[in-house]
């Protein structure tokens, strides 16, 4: 990554609902890390060019939104944590964690929040097809490794990041699969 060699960029992403804002939190706190929520940064600045009319979500302005996050992470030293399912879009990173949770599981989650059964599908089937993880190592392909969270606490899925960070462990993309959800929907 070119810039600030005193900083380390990370991007957490995935399917809404798997737990990427709880756990940026609890990151920020334990690496003392500056922390950019990408739905915070494309609210603050505007960067929406409508709205999708049936499942109700703002659409996003991605290359506006990547040339605000670089602008907002060139000056910055240390660790910067990216939260957000767009995050990946986003050029400047050097480590991208894909969080993945069993859909059964994300459906509860999504109902709690009161998105449409429309939006609860559409996410279920992006998480059962992996499209995160997919777009990411498209993107970022020697930078992504993936968390299955279904099993783990928040605290656990921190620490398993951390030591990812710190290249204790390793988590090759392509290890959790969910697509016998789809078979069974």
Known sequence: MKGNSQQKV???TGTPGVGK?????LLQKKLSAYLISINELAREKGLFQGEEPDK???IVDLPALCKELTSKISNKEGMILVDGHLSHYCPRTDLVIVLRLDPDFLEQRLKKRGYSPLKIHENLEAEALGV???ESYELHPDKVQEIDSTK???EEVTDEIIK???KE???P???VDYLHWMVKK
Do not use: H
Request: aromatic residues 16%; glycine residues 8%; positive net charge.
């Open 169 to 171: 462990i390793y988590y």
């Open 152 to 154: 783990l606490s928040l």
């Open 164 to 166: 990812i960070i710190n």
């Open 173 to 175: 993309p392509g290890k």
């Open 56 to 58: 109700g979500y703002k």
């Open 132 to 134: 995160c993880l997919i």
């Open 10 to 12: 990370v991007f957490i």
């Open 21 to 25: 804002s709880t756990v940026s939190s």
